[in-house]
């Protein structure tokens, strides 16, 4: 599923982040960039150790919740791996959709720093850190297609859904946000 916006493309697809070919994928990290599981787990197993080794030496404070940092990518096809922190679902009046706005936020801005044309996202805070799906599909979506709306860069937004179920509410809720239809006359 695809939305032209600003002439860049915002697409969905199922599958696994870590074998996207673009030229950066976006991690669900936690604030310490300490190793985890899900997204964090496959892209530190898939790309070797280089990566934390990097981030250990550029970022030793971390990153805080609702931003992000950029690393290289080590074995991954990617150039470039940005670690962004979502925030832990504690019931949505912690902030939670503006820490998770300001996650995704950063990671474009760090791909348009790093002159990235292609850019993969995850369903961040979604797994470990429990945030619902209907609510991180619309926050997400509608946090993309504002920033491209402004900057219409980068050429390329691919969200990549790990399962159906992940899919189908994001497909959903990008159907809410931006109607075929609508689309189709811009
Ligand atoms: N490709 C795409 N999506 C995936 C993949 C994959 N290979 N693996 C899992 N997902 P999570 P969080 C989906 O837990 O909630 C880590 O331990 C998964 O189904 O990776 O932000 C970190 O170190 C879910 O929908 O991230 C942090 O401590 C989504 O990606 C903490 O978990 C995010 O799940 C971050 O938790």
Redesign the pocket.
Same mark, same amino acid.
């Given at each position: 599923m695809k939305r032209i916006i600003q002439g860049a493309t915002l697409e969905l697809v199922q599958g &696994?982040? $870590?074998l996207q070919e673009v030229d950066a994928i976006v991690n /669900? /990290?936690?604030r310490s960039l300490a190793?985890?599981?899900? #997204? &964090?787990?496959?892209i530190h197993a898939a790309g070797g150790p280089s990566i934390m080794a990097e981030t250990r030496k550029k970022y030793p404070l971390g990153c805080p919740t609702g931003s992000a940092v950029i690393s290289g990518a080590g074995q991954l096809k990617a150039k470039y791996v940005i670690h962004a922190v979502?925030p832990v679902w504690r019931g949505g009046d912690r902030q939670e959709a503006e820490l998770l706005a300001g996650a995704y936020r950063r990671s474009l801005e760090l791909a348009l720093e790093h002159q990235c044309r292609s850019v993969a996202l995850? /369903?961040?805070? $979604?797994?470990?850190?429990g945030y619902p799906m209907d609510q991180a599909a619309r926050v997400a979506l509608q946090t993309v297609r504002d920033f491209l709306a402004g900057h219409g860069r980068p050429e390329l937004v691919r969200f #990549?859904l790990?399962?159906d179920r /992940?899919y189908r509410h994001f497909a959903a809720a990008l159907e809410e946000l931006i109607p075929e239809e609508s689309a189709k006359k811009d």
């Open positions: &696994d982040i $870590t /669900a /990290a936690n190793s985890g599981g899900g #997204v &964090d787990g496959a979502g995850p /369903a961040l805070s $979604t797994g470990a850190y #990549v790990y399962d /992940a």
